[in-house]
């Protein structure tokens, strides 16, 4: 999504090159691309696409969904700019929360994806019953590329409230893991500026709990670091999460997510 220009279709452009196959596209953020003819968003030239999950909103030229050479567009679930024809489609503004076109937690596309449990945000472990960041609200799928089974955190950061009458720590860093990728030991560094309540657990890519590095310890003002030995895990990519909140608290009040390799 966002500044791509093409001739064509800018976002997705599907061609007849699987005839009687339709191709599915499930949970992306289509937006802001460009393209001189066609479409900036999704052209179906002469194949049958499904579309479901996905916002398609602010590309150019054109409709954001446009058909060409005998071309079948079904989409369900989907906001687009302008509107389309299906069960659950809306047309509204999405709400990015920043230029990562994270949602804000207010979005209209939160919980608003397919409902079949195919399609379920991962859960967050700590708290049952809600998604696990970046996906918000409940389980229900969300509209988008931060929405779905396989949605899974890029470094982003978020502040999802303050405090201001309290010591609650104003600022922290997580940083990338050294050595990444790695076999089977990396350190895990971070900087908290101020007092804060800290935790840091590793998640697998389905979002299940792998193990927890620190959990809610009271953590002094200053620069740590951590050791992850992934000696009893398998090969593949995992997601290391820093919370953290002030000591009186449950709430948590600042989270960042990266991802790291281990490679065997």
């Given amino acids: 999504s966002g500044s791509n220009t093409f001739s064509g279709g800018a976002g997705i ?14 949970n992306n953020t289509i937006v802001n691309n460009s393209a001189t003819v066609g479409t900036g968003g999704v052209l179906s030239w002469g ?3 499904t579309l479901r ?13 446009v058909k060409t050479g005998g071309g079948i567009v079904n989409a369900t679930y989907c ?29 209209p596309c939160v919980d608003a994806g397919d409902s079949s449990a195919t399609f379920n945000d991962p859960e967050d472990t700590a708290n049952p019953g809600s998604a696990l960041f970046p996906a918000r609200g ?18 982003v950061f978020v502040v999802v409230g303050v405090n201001e009458n309290s010591s609650l720590v104003n600022e922290f860093y997580l940083l990338q893991n050294y050595p990444n990728p790695f076999n089977p030991v990396t350190t895990i560094r971070f900087e908290v ?13 389905l979002g299940r709990e792998v193990t927890t590095l620190i959990h809610n310890r009271v953590m002094d003002e200053g620069k ?21 909140s002030h000591p ?17």
């Fill in 13 to 26: 452009w599907a061609l007849n090159n699987l005839a009687g196959k339709s191709k599915i596209i499930e």
């Fill in 47 to 49: 194949t049958t696409l």
């Fill in 53 to 65: 999950n996905n916002i398609i909103r602010g590309n150019t030229v054109g409709a954001q969904i």
């Fill in 79 to 107: 906001n687009v700019q302008g509107g389309y024809t299906g069960e659950g489609n809306i047309n509204i503004e999405p709400a990015f929360s920043d230029t990562n076109f994270l949602l804000a937690v207010s979005s």
């Fill in 138 to 155: 409940t389980l229900r799928n969300d509209m988008g590329a931060y929405g779905g089974p396989r949605s899974y955190s890029f470094p």
């Fill in 193 to 205: 500026r101020g007092l804060g309540l800290v935790s840091l657990k590793v998640f697998d890519v």
């Fill in 224 to 244: 740590h670091e951590v050791e992850f030995d992934a000696s009893g895990l398998t090969s593949g990519v995992y997601f290391y999460r820093l919370s953290v």
């Fill in 248 to 264: 009186n608290e449950s709430a948590i009040r600042y989270t960042q997510t990266k991802k790291l390799l281990l490679m065997k």
